[in-house]
């Protein structure tokens, strides 16, 4: 547990290569928007869609989460914050008018990458000209 958000982590990698083989192109590990500091995982500039692959202990997975039970305050409210930083990042991104899609480092990548693939169509036809 020495860096708060790993990079290139096994889940991200494997999402980011179903991402590829349905024929999505994106950057990684970019700001979505200047104003918006935290790196998002997967962006999809047109589209508008920032994917941020979450650690399940980091971010509060409601499936995997635990409390430290040494230093117990301090745990609660870092990881809090975390929540809750999360949470104003997924809504400075929404004022922007992008969309964030948050995926846990325990989900299936390929699911995850469908679900992603699917924000990421419905917003470019939408925005497509007639
Ligand atoms: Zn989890």
Same mark, same amino acid.
């Given at each position: 547990?020495?860096?708060?958000?790993?990079?290139?982590?096994?889940t991200?990698?494997?999402?980011?290569?179903?991402?590829?083989?349905v024929?999505?192109?994106?950057?990684?590990?970019q700001r979505?928007?200047p104003?918006?500091?935290?790196?998002?995982?997967?962006?999809?500039? +047109?589209?508008?869609? !920032?994917?941020?692959?979450?650690?399940?202990?980091?971010h509060?997975?409601? %499936?995997? $989460?635990? =409390?430290?039970?040494?230093?117990?305050?301090?745990?609660? +409210?870092k990881?809090? !914050?975390?929540?809750?930083?999360?949470?104003?990042?997924?809504?400075?991104? %929404?004022? $922007?008018? =992008?969309?964030a899609?948050?995926v846990?480092?325990?989900?299936d990548?390929?699911? !995850?990458?469908?679900?992603?693939?699917?924000?990421?169509?419905?917003?470019?036809?939408?925005?497509?000209?007639?």
């Amino acid at each position: 547990m020495v860096a708060q958000r790993t990079r290139d982590t096994g889940t991200e990698l494997a999402l980011r290569s179903a991402l590829h083989a349905v024929g999505l192109r994106f950057r990684v590990h970019q700001r979505p928007l200047p104003a918006v500091r935290r790196v998002a995982d997967v962006v999809f500039r +047109r589209a508008q869609v !920032a994917v941020y692959v979450d650690g399940c202990f980091w971010h509060g997975c409601p %499936a995997h $989460a635990t =409390w430290p039970k040494a230093n117990a305050d301090f745990w609660k +409210r870092k990881l809090m !914050a975390n929540q809750r930083r999360d949470a104003s990042t997924d809504s400075a991104l %929404a004022d $922007a008018g =992008w969309v964030a899609v948050r995926v846990w480092e325990h989900e299936d990548p390929r699911e !995850a990458a469908g679900r992603v693939e699917a924000v990421v169509r419905a917003r470019l036809s939408a925005s497509a000209p007639p």
